[in-house]
């Protein structure tokens, strides 16, 4: 590291501590040639992730929108929004996870479609039927039905 103050490339650090709610770590560090004292950060830096959209465009990934699209699918519901953030930053680190430059709209909709299913029904649907286009009434029929079966316990017969 260069010293902002002489560009000696000689320093030692004086003290390491968390920033940014974990997310980097801030160095003091005094250099050792003109005992200058200057703060440095140390963050992730992720691989670029692109989105390849439904119409082919392709477009870098953004997790802000990420998780405006689950706080909208949450809007006015009983979930805390901490909880939303936190299922969208899993949601992104699964995406990473995958090792692939460039994921497809369809697999991130998956994604945030599982997570909202976890959180409550009515994100869950409120997000599949912009995800699944739905087109008919009947469309959020057969989503319920669907989401109803897999909330079911294992054996239950849902006939009585």
């Known amino acids: 590291m260069r010293c902002p103050y002489c560009a000696s490339d000689h320093d030692r650090v004086v003290d390491s501590r968390a920033a940014d709610d974990g997310r980097a770590v801030r160095r003091r560090r005094e250099c050792t040639a003109c005992q200058q004292r200057f703060s440095t950060y140390e963050r992730v830096d992720h691989a670029p992730l692109a989105v390849r ?5 392709i477009q870098p990934f953004d997790p802000d929108r990420l998780h405006a699209g689950m706080q909208k699918a949450t809007a006015n519901l009983d979930i805390d929004p901490d909880v939303v953030r936190f299922a969208a930053a899993r949601v992104e680190a699964h995406l990473r996870a995958m090792g692939e430059s460039e994921i497809g709209t369809d697999v991130i909709g998956g994604h945030v479609l599982e997570a909202l299913r976890a959180l409550h029904p009515v994100a869950y649907m409120r997000f599949a039927s912009v995800h699944k286009v739905f087109t008919s009434a009947d469309d959020f029929a057969r989503e319920l039905a669907a ?3 897999d909330r079911l316990p294992a054996g239950h017969d849902p006939a009585g």
């Not at 959209?53 to 465009?57: A, I, L, N, P, V």
């Open 53 to 57: 959209k439904r119409s082919g465009s």
């Open 147 to 149: 989401l109803d079966d």
